[in-house]
């Protein structure tokens, strides 16, 4: 089944109450024909003012006149040059109960055959690609009297220009997977044009909104127009089901996702993705890092407003960051909403920049921006009284005053002696040691520490005069110590031991926790068998 015939069953079907335009391939009584003879190239189909006749102005400026008379249906067949057919609305609909009709025939030019629609009504229009140079363009028009729907058919076409203003363009995608595009017309600063695979394009202009409904197999849908047709506030991009990608390079309006799987930015490598109001509520965010320079190394989006809900981070790093760099991943205008799933403000990212620590704030940059950072060569220790280190307190973070990390100690009996359990971990990116520094024996207080992880044994001397290198250069190692406390005087104790630690890499930031020790003062013993000494009588 040839093409042509392949989209008469399609309407025949598709349309249910319509006028069957065609038997066996030919017209039906109903519906009048016109050839564009082998001289004419263009023409202009217009409804006259009074309503009662169709006008075919020809591009040498001939008319033909065909009353209505009953007809049911018009259709046209091109020759072998490159004919355009307009169909103007500006006086009305043009377009009769059973539909238009164009068939372009042969080609002069790679340019090929054309439809235009132009003028001004109310309602909405959708366009369905049949097969290659094949479809269909539904228009639902709002009178006085209702909705009515019209359709133009076509076959052997190329360009399709719709211009008449009204609110909605769909586009329909295809049973199967497509790739569909969103860019510029042939008229740059006017008109915005959509492509899908192979099938003819439509280019349009004065429409509010653009809907491209993609089908239930996986699609591909990229936007990159740089102006916006005119009159176009919003593009909506419904992937419906299956997998569908979405590649951001620049949307000059308000775009919107919904069941859209999987979203990068400028395809394949690190580039800018410019966008005016982003939502993109439920979508992967896949971003490419090769580096820290914005749009050549690294992927960032640039827009007024972004809408994160629902949304999850993907990272693709290529390289090894260093402590400090930062990564502004999207660089927006107004405060950014919703946060990506599982990663609230200031989150450690799991498995960070290829394995490197980062975090990730959403008020970064301006105040609008999100922003990776990453870490330094973090250390932190994680105190208390049980040895399983996984029970230590521990809050992922620079800690330089101990706040939180404070554990009680009260010695009781004679110089008895009490333990306290702590961990250095390495939070950060050194591949170095953590060095670990605590306090000293004092005159009242005698301390030891020692390390309960390879290689144990003890190091009083080593930690207390900031010499003890701790083993742990992977990045979410651990390292378990003890500290065994026990009073040198019978006199009260209180007195707080420091321990902190920090990367040999990095020696500015460190992590503290502390220790308070208290202890009472032991009553004074009575030899055996001593009587109590009564109290004075007072005279």
Not at 12 to 28: V, W
Not at 103 to 132: C, F, I, K, N, R
Not at 169 to 188: C, F, H, P, W
Not at 520 to 532: E, I, L, N, Q, T
């Amino acid at each position: 089944m040839n093409s042509r015939c392949f989209l008469f069953a399609f309407l025949s079907l598709a349309i249910p109450g319509s006028a069957l335009l065609f038997r066996d391939g030919h017209p039906s009584p109903e519906v009048w024909s016109h050839a564009f003879p082998d001289e004419v190239g263009s023409a202009e189909i217009a409804l006259s003012e009074d309503g009662t006749q169709w006008i075919l102005t020809q591009d040498d400026g001939s008319e033909l006149v065909r009353p209505f008379d009953g007809a049911s249906g018009i259709e046209f067949s091109g020759n072998a040059r490159d004919n355009w057919l307009t169909v103007n609305f500006l006086h009305g609909n043009p377009v009769p109960e059973g539909g238009l009709t164009f068939h372009g025939l042969e080609e002069e030019t790679p340019e090929g055959d054309g439809l235009a629609m132009v003028g001004v009504t109310e309602g909405s229009s959708q366009y369905q690609p049949v097969s290659e140079k094949d479809g269909i363009l539904s228009l639902a028009l709002r009178s006085a009297v209702g909705t009515t729907l019209s359709q133009i058919m076509f076959t052997g076409l190329e360009p399709v220009i719709d211009t008449i203003a009204s609110a909605t363009l769909t586009v329909n995608g295809t049973s199967g997977s497509n790739a569909i595009t969103i860019r510029d017309g042939n008229v740059a600063s006017t008109n915005t044009l959509v492509a899908i695979d192979a099938f003819e394009t439509i280019e349009f202009a004065n429409k509010t909104a653009l809907v491209i409904s993609a089908s239930d197999a996986s699609d591909e849908i990229t936007i990159n127009e740089s102006n916006g047709a005119t009159s176009l506030t919003s593009i909506t991009i419904d992937g419906g089901n299956g997998t569908d990608t979405f590649d951001l390079i620049e949307a000059p309006v308000s775009t919107t996702l919904m069941e859209v799987e999987e979203m990068q930015v400028g395809g394949s490598g690190p580039a800018t993705g410019v966008a005016q109001e982003l939502d993109m509520q439920g979508v992967i965010l896949e971003m490419d890092l090769t580096g820290t320079a914005p749009g050549t190394e690294y992927d960032q989006i640039v827009a007024t407003s972004v809408d994160l809900t629902g949304s999850s981070l993907v990272l693709d790093a290529g390289f090894v960051p260093a402590p400090g760099d930062e990564f502004v991943l999207i660089d927006a205008t107004s405060p950014i909403t919703g946060t990506f799933t599982s990663l609230p403000e200031g989150a450690l990212l799991s498995g960070g920049i290829n394995g490197i620590p980062a975090t990730i704030s959403y008020v970064g940059g301006d105040g609008n921006d999100v922003v990776l950072t990453v870490l330094g060569y973090r250390s932190d220790i994680r105190i208390g009284r049980r040895a399983n280190p996984a029970s230590h307190q521990g809050d992922d973070l620079y800690n330089r005053t101990g706040a939180g990390q404070t554990l009680a100690l009260k010695l009781t009996g004679n110089r008895r002696k009490d333990r306290f359990y702590f961990s250095v971990e390495n939070d950060g990116g050194s591949t170095g040691d953590l060095l670990l520094f605590a306090s000293r024996s004092s005159r009242n207080l005698q301390i030891r520490y020692f390390q309960t992880t390879p290689p144990k044994g003890n190091v009083t001397g080593a930690i207390t005069r900031g010499l003890l290198l701790v083993e742990v250069d992977t990045p979410g190692q651990i390292a378990g110590l003890r500290g065994d406390v026990s009073p040198r005087t019978k006199r009260k104790v209180n007195k707080t031991l420091s321990l902190r630690a920090q990367a040999i890499d990095d020696l500015l930031p460190f992590d503290r926790a502390r220790v308070q020790v208290r202890k009472s003062r032991d009553p004074k013993p009575r030899p055996p068998g001593a009587v109590k000494r009564p109290s004075r009588t007072p005279r």
